[in-house]
């Protein structure tokens, strides 16, 4: 079993940034590949980042890539997602994930989600 939970959202002007924090529970986080998804009002949700379990290999959606960063620190069962040059259309509540192995495939374990507001 795996808890997540996420930190460091908030409310930033259009060209800001944020850095969102995801602390893990449980012995097994080096095992687990972790994601940050998005959901924004009225739409599904969407993936936006993701990092294999070394941190070797990220990920990214189109619309993010350049401009947001994952990372890890297995040491302390954190991941990160820095996001720079923030757009209005990057509003939404931003979700962490895990599973175990492999990036690709159905995520196990979600945090609550925290919500990220750009103004323009």
């Known amino acids: 079993q795996v808890q997540l939970i996420e930190s460091g959202g908030g409310l930033v002007q259009a060209g800001g940034s944020l850095r969102l924090s995801c602390a893990a529970s449980g012995r097994t986080f080096t095992s687990h590949a972790m994601g940050w998804f998005r959901q924004a009002p009225g739409k599904v949700r969407e993936f936006v980042a993701a990092?294999?379990?070394?941190?070797?290999?990220?990920y990214y959606a189109d619309s993010v890539k350049g401009r947001f960063t994952i990372s890890r620190d297995n040491a302390k069962n954190t991941v990160y997602l820095q996001m720079n040059s923030l757009k209005p259309e990057d509003t939404a509540v931003y979700f962490c994930?895990?599973?175990?192995?492999?990036?690709?495939?159905?995520?196990?374990?979600w945090g609550q989600g925290t919500q990220v507001t750009i103004s323009s």
């Open positions: 990092i294999n379990s070394s941190g070797r290999s990220t």
């Open positions: 994930a895990a599973r175990l192995g492999v990036v690709s495939g159905g995520y196990n374990y």
